[in-house]
């Protein structure tokens, strides 16, 4: 049995790996999403895998660099709480505003329920104010 906070952290090193082009999407789908995953996105609702991806998309193409850092992590029963850091640089163009170049750093808090080693569903929350602030 993998620890709960081992998927959390395989999870987020895996949206890195993607980001920086290490791996494809293709090649962790199976081992690290359980079947019928569900995103419970804030602002747009609840998204299977396919919209998941559409919408990480989004980030992965504007920021360079984008990587998780974490900061603390606690787990009770199947869900595992996390608290990141969350860094890149500021290369495409992100809710409309075009590429500054600017290196940004925000916080991330999330929830990750883990079934059968997988993450089955996930809970983002992070500082959109303050990403907004640092590339405007």
Do not use: C
């Not at 998780?68 to 809710?95: I, K, M, Y």
């Amino acid at each position: 049995m993998v620890g709960l906070g081992a998927v959390a952290v395989a999870f987020h090193a895996q949206m890195d790996a993607i980001a920086a082009g290490k791996t494809q999407w293709g090649e962790i789908e199976g081992e690290l999403f359980a079947p019928g995953f569900v995103a419970h996105m804030m602002g747009v609702g609840d998204v299977d895998l396919a919209g998941y991806r559409e919408g990480v998309g989004a980030f992965m193409g504007a920021f360079e660099g984008y990587e998780h850092r974490l900061e603390a992590q606690v787990a009770d029963g199947d869900l595992v709480a996390s608290r990141w850091t969350w860094t890149g640089t500021h290369t495409g163009e992100f809710n409309g505003v075009a590429a500054t170049g600017r290196e940004v750093s925000i916080g991330v808090m999330n929830f990750i329920r883990v079934a059968d080693g997988k993450v089955a569903e996930f809970w983002p929350s992070f500082d959109a104010v303050g990403l907004m602030r640092q590339i405007s």
